[in-house]
């Protein structure tokens, strides 16, 4: 059952009961004042107007790491299917216009994309070594990331 709070002033003039908290406005008949918009726009307020519109903070800062967070490095992960779903953190976060690129075992794995996260499949059994590039809009490195090295472990094909 909800709570009763007051009254407001419907469509048609009609008075409704409400279950939220009314706040008068001097002349307006909306229980919570006029709606933040003039005519179809909507109202933006001032601060939130130059934080959309300001540079990206990220824009001129470095990169400080780019580290593959899962598999974790030398660790031994169980994929009897052979795949697995790699994972990176990058600080600060990556740019609109930068991709990140996955190198597998020394060779760039798949596509570069926006996204960290890398789906691997068809793996063979052993250690396998992962590190993460940076790419910039027209593909020139930006940053290199530390290497890592996971030891996959699979059933073996002779059982």
């Known amino acids: 059952m909800a709570t009763f709070w007051g009254f407001f002033v419907g469509a048609g003039g009609m008075k409704r009961k409400s279950s939220l908290p009314t706040r008068r406005v001097a002349g307006s008949r909306h229980p919570f004042g006029p709606p933040n918009c003039v005519g179809r726009r909507l109202l933006i307020p001032a601060f939130l107007l130059a934080a959309l519109l300001a540079p990206s903070a990220n824009a001129d800062k470095p ?47 798949g596509q570069p994309q926006a996204v960290p996260q890398f789906h691997l499949t068809d793996l063979d059994r052993g250690a396998h070594q992962l590190r993460i590039h940076i790419l910039d809009s027209a593909g020139g490195i930006v940053f290199i990331g530390q290497s890592s090295e996971f030891h996959l472990l699979r059933h073996s094909v002779l059982r």
Do not use: E, K, M, W
């Open 63 to 109: 990169y400080r790491s780019a580290a593959i967070v899962y598999p974790a490095n030398d660790a031994a992960v169980r994929a009897n299917g052979g795949q697995l779903t790699v994972t990176a953190r990058i600080a600060p976060a990556l740019r609109p216009d930068h991709r990140v690129q996955l190198v597998f075992d020394g060779a760039p794995h």
